[in-house]
């Protein structure tokens, strides 16, 4: 099992940067798949970035370019780097976790067991 606490969140904006950060204890974060996802008011949640336990990424369409995750194995630490940010990102953002998730479906909610609190981010036009 592994515990993660988002931060990082605030308002930005348009075309303006946040760096979001998961802190993970418990198990070793770098023995997991982990991934940002994110919900927007009166949407479903949707991924939005991953990384593997090796540290191979994915990311939606919409948002590579923009916004690069990584991992600090050293600080138990995932990060993602959001750049040229615009008032459709507004959102909550999670950072969920688990131990075997087949790389196509990275991006998928439903493959996760481990979620934080979450870190609300504001983008104004």
Do not use: H
Request: some cysteine; proline content about 2%; charged content about 20%.
């Amino acid at each position: 099992q592994v515990q993660l606490m988002e931060s990082g969140g605030g308002s930005a904006q348009a075309g303006g940067s946040l760096r979001l950060s998961c802190a993970a204890s418990g198990d070793a974060s770098s023995r997991y798949y982990m991934g940002w996802f994110r919900q927007a008011p009166g949407k479903e949640r949707e991924g939005v970035a991953a990384i593997t336990s090796g540290g191979s990424t994915r990311y939606t369409d919409s948002e590579k370019g923009r916004f690069t995750i990584s991992k600090d194995n050293a600080k138990n630490t995932l990060y993602l780097q959001m750049n040229s940010l615009n008032p459709e990102d507004t959102a909550m953002y999670y950072c969920p976790a688990d131990r075997y998730i087949q790389y196509t479906r990275v991006l998928n909610d439903d493959e996760y067991n481990y979620w934080g609190q979450g870190t609300k981010v504001s983008v104004s036009s």
